[in-house]
């Protein structure tokens, strides 16, 4: 059974930072990769990061490259998104996701398990 718990969400204001945590329990699940997406309201999910599990190369949306960065403990137990220069159109609620193919993966599709998510507030 795997399990995800995400953290570290709540309201900051424009230019602050915040980190987001996403623990794992993954049994015996093979994870190949970890992807962290966000839906605003009213918007459909959207491709934030993501991290090979193995080599731990990155992949980050256009809209958030050189602001976030995505990494994982050496315990291979939590993922974090941290998230400098926060801005208005950041808020959302993120979600972090596993997935078994390796790689660097920006289509939702791709996961196969999905944290509950938590909510970011960038206010102006």
């Known amino acids: 059974q795997v399990q995800l718990v995400e953290s570290g969400g709540g309201l900051v204001q424009a230019g602050d930072s915040l980190r987001l945590s996403c623990t794992i329990s993954?049994?015996?699940?093979?994870?190949?990769?970890v992807g962290w997406f966000r839906q605003a309201p009213g918007k459909e999910r959207v491709f934030v990061a993501a991290l090979n599990w193995r080599s731990s190369a990155t992949r980050y949306a256009d809209s958030v490259n050189g602001r976030f960065t995505i990494s994982k403990d050496n315990a291979k137990t939590t993922v974090f998104l941290q998230m400098n220069s926060l801005k208005p159109e950041d808020t959302a609620v993120y979600y972090c996701?596993?997935?078994?193919?390796?790689?660097?993966?920006?289509?939702?599709?791709?996961?196969?398990?999905w944290g509950q998510g938590t909510q970011v507030t960038v206010s102006s």
């Open positions: 993954r049994g015996t699940f093979n994870v190949g990769g």
């Open positions: 996701a596993v997935g078994e193919l390796e790689g660097i993966l920006a289509s939702p599709s791709r996961y196969a398990y």
